[in-house]
């Protein structure tokens, strides 16, 4: 059974850092996409920035110049700098990943959530 277990969530003042990171654990093939979502209360879900297995990324035009993702393929591992944190930022960060099996397949993968709150 493969799962996402995320970290570096917490409390942060605004215009303060935090980097979330996220692995991915058990039997894996290989991981193509993976991601960070965030949730804030009373909203959608939304993408916040995705990264290829090539490394390509995209950034939501929200936290663009802020916040930048990377990825650690060797580790099966997403990293989410969050940099100049306002409190808009504040909402459960999602790691999201997909999973591909040996017959080709893609399975979605989400981790638990982890909460950021940004306070002025």
């Known amino acids: 059974q493969v799962q996402l277990v995320e970290s570096g969530g917490g409390l942060v003042q605004s215009g303060g850092s935090l980097r979330l990171s996220c692995a991915a654990s058990g039997t894996i093939f290989s991981i193509d996409g993976m991601g960070w979502y965030r949730q804030a209360p009373g909203k959608e879900r939304e993408a916040v920035a995705t990264?290829?297995?090539?490394?390509?990324?995209n950034v939501a035009d929200s936290v663009k110049g802020r916040f930048t993702i990377s990825r650690d393929n060797d580790k099966y591992t997403v990293y989410l700098q969050m940099n100049s944190l306002k409190p808009e930022d504040t909402a459960v960060y999602y790691c999201h990943a997909d999973r591909v099996d040996t017959f080709g397949r893609v399975l979605e993968l989400w981790g638990q959530g982890t909460p950021v709150t940004v306070f002025s």
């Open positions: 990264i290829g297995s090539s490394g390509r990324a």
